[in-house]
């Protein structure tokens, strides 16, 4: 069997050994390739950052465990640059699963920052209902909420003596795995004038450019890939953020070595199935030529 | 001294990530028995999740506490709903549903409209500006815009002019769909990632002894 042969009719669990080593050789010994910017998400690192200290940001967080490795680490370095920035975080989720990740992770950073629940951040829980619920938000956040994922009343919380609904917020940040995005644009930051941002999975994100295109959206964030530009401005810009906890920052920058490393490895393996094919190809036509 | 319960838990966590990375090899008992506990352990905990944020909350504690028995109504409507799986009542859950979709739409279609269909529409053909990157990305999104519409346009028939604009619609569809699939391969390897990731920082959770 020669090479050309032996690559159109390779066994499809040599190439997933071969995916399964190029992922966990990097994560064992990281190659510390490094990681460039786009304008989409250092938009969103402006945008939060720009806004005045003490700032009140809406931070949705959309997604479920199965959407973890790509927007957990968005979440993470979201909330410590709205600590880092004294802003008061105020975040929900729209997905049922979502939940017991917001909570790790809010309890987490607000702990190493310091910052007390229900002074400076509130964490609103879980509600069905997308569209209803963010429409309920524009009016009024505690009576859409009347207590907190903790079960304790909003009303009376020091966070919510000065905002009353989503236009009482100075940027909304969505962090979705699913069309919750449209949702928000649609029912709260154009409707309200409230500027806004998202990070999706990369398997969304290009479905929303036409709304960064467009303006309705002051960044994308797309994938492990967002997260982990996210991650290199934010430490970039307070490299001391809490002493570089790792996970505040940086996780999603430790994933994409392996991340290079496997497309690198799609990439050399479609072009050479393909030259492959058409050589095939080619073999074929004069076999049946000289035949 | 890590718990004794996160120990456990690490290891079943693990144990339960390779009896479904085991369906690559092929399938067998291993990844049925994973799968089967998957969705048993997601639908308990989701209707968990559901009935105590939503049914409690709306419906016993507003009754209960503050005797708000108009929730009563929709709490009927949500019954209803749930005949559909009884032929001889299924006629009840179009009450329900009509009552739904049609709130729905009046709530939603002039938002929908104000907040996404009219900046698109604006942003599509706004004025050309900004020097020669923004307008040749202009004239691209215009004409992509515009030869994609016509593909999907099939009350003429797609010969001679027509048939030339509509081809080069097929040829922005390919483009997006090719920034997708690209996406998407990047978001299963970023999956793949994520479990590689816990399998081998759970290491020194698993084997305590390997800590330093």
């Not at chain 1, 967080?61 to 410590?80: G, I, N, R, V």
Request: charged fraction near 15%.
């Amino acid at each position: 069997m020669d090479f050309v042969t032996l690559i159109l009719n390779l066994d499809r669990k040599i190439i997933f050994a071969c995916v399964a080593v190029l992922v966990a050789w990097p994560l064992i010994w990281p190659l510390s390739m490094p990681v460039g910017t786009t304008p989409e998400v250092r938009s969103i690192f402006s945008a939060v950052d720009a806004l005045p200290n003490g700032s009140d940001i809406m931070i949705a967080a959309d997604y479920d465990p199965s959407s973890k490795p790509e927007l957990q680490p968005f979440l993470y370095s979201m909330l410590a640059h709205c600590f880092e920035k004294d802003h008061k975080v105020h975040i929900l989720t729209l997905w049922p699963g979502g939940p017991a990740l917001v909570q790790q992770a809010v309890e987490e950073v607000s702990k190493q920052y310091g910052k007390t629940n229900g002074t400076d951040w509130c964490f609103l829980g879980y509600k069905p209902g997308n569209a209803a619920v963010v429409g309920g938000l524009t009016n009024s956040i505690t009576g859409t909420y009347p207590t907190d994922f903790y079960n304790r009343p909003t009303a009376n919380m020091p966070i919510y003596q000065r905002v009353q609904s989503v236009k009482d917020c100075d940027y909304i940040v969505d962090i979705a795995a699913g069309a919750t995005v449209e949702v928000w644009i649609a029912f709260a930051s154009a409707p309200e004038n409230v500027p806004m941002s998202a990070a999706c999975t990369a398997v969304s994100a290009a479905g929303y450019y036409p709304y960064y295109q467009a303006g309705q959206l002051d960044g994308i964030s797309g994938g492990m890939k967002g997260s982990a530009e996210y991650d290199v401005l934010l430490m970039d810009k307070y490299p001391n953020v809490q002493g570089g906890a790792p996970r505040v920052a940086g996780n999603a920058v430790k994933g994409m070595d392996a991340q290079s490393a496997v497309h690198l490895f799609i990439v050399l393996s479609i072009i050479l199935a393909n030259i492959c094919y058409f050589i095939a190809n080619k073999r074929q036509r004069e076999e049946r030529r000289t035949a | 001294m890590i718990p004794a319960g996160e120990v456990l838990g690490t290891w079943i966590a693990v144990g339960l990530t390779l009896m479904m990375f085991s369906f690559i090899y092929k399938d067998n008992p291993a990844f049925k028995f994973g799968e089967h506990l998957y969705l048993g352990i997601s639908v308990g905990y989701y209707v968990n999740i559901q009935y105590w944020s939503t049914i409690y909350p709306l419906v016993f504690q507003a009754m209960k506490q503050q005797h708000n028995y108009w929730v009563l109504i929709p709490t009927i409507l949500g019954i209803f709903i749930l005949l559909r799986i009884i032929p001889s009542m299924s006629w009840l859950s179009r009450m329900a549903f009509a009552l739904y979709i049609g709130g729905f739409a009046g709530y939603s279609l002039p938002l929908i409209v104000h907040s996404l269909l009219l900046p698109q529409l604006s942003q599509t053909l706004q004025p050309y500006s900004g020097g020669p990157g923004p307008v040749i990305n202009q004239i691209i999104i215009l004409v992509a815009v515009f030869s994609t519409l016509i593909y999907f346009f099939f009350s003429l028939e797609h010969r001679r002019t027509v048939g030339m604009i509509s081809r080069l619609g097929i040829v922005f569809i390919m483009v997006s769909f090719g920034a997708s699939f690209g996406y998407t391969v990047m978001a299963r390897i970023s999956l793949l990632i994520g479990r590689f990731q816990y399998i081998i920082e759970s290491g020194h959770i698993m084997f305590p002894w390997t800590r330093s």
